[in-house]
C-alpha cells in the first residue's frame, strides 16, 4: 500500500505525478479520494482516474465544497461516471482488514469517540447524498 500526499498546482492530480520516477512496485490500480472542492479537484481526480482504468473510493465524509449543491452534484457524477462512495470510517477498516491488525483497538476508540463529537457534519453530509 502506497500513501501519497502532495501539493499541486494542477486542478486535478494525474497519478503518475504523485509517485516517484523510481518506485520499484508497480503502479496502483485503486485510489482512494477525499479533500476540499469535491466539484473541482476531487471530481477532476477522480474522472481522470476512472478514464485511466482505476478503481476510484471517493470519501464522502472527507469531501467540502463552499456550496453543498456543488457536493451534491460532484458526488452524484463521481457515483455515476463508476467510482464508489465511502466513509472515513469504513476506509478506515478496510484498510486494516481485519481486528488482528495492530491498530484495530486504538482505531475502533478512536472512532467511537468521534461519534460522540455533535457537530453536524454528518447530518449535513447525510442530508447531501
Known sequence: MIYVTAEKTLLNAHPRSLLPHSNPLP?????????????VCVQQTCLDLLSLGHEVHIVVD????????????????MSQSGAFMTTAQS??????????????????KMIVEHGKVNNGFHEAARSNL
Do not use: C, W, Y
Open 62 to 77: 472527507g469531501t467540502s465544497s463552499q456550496s453543498p449543491l456543488d457536493r451534491e452534484i460532484a458526488l452524484q457524477r
Open 27 to 39: 503502479p496502483p490500480t485503486s485510489f482512494i479520494l477525499f479533500g476540499i472542492e469535491a466539484h
Open 91 to 108: 476506509v478506515a477498516f478496510m484498510l486494516m482488514g481485519s481486528a488482528e491488525h495492530g491498530e484495530f483497538k486504538n482505531v475502533s
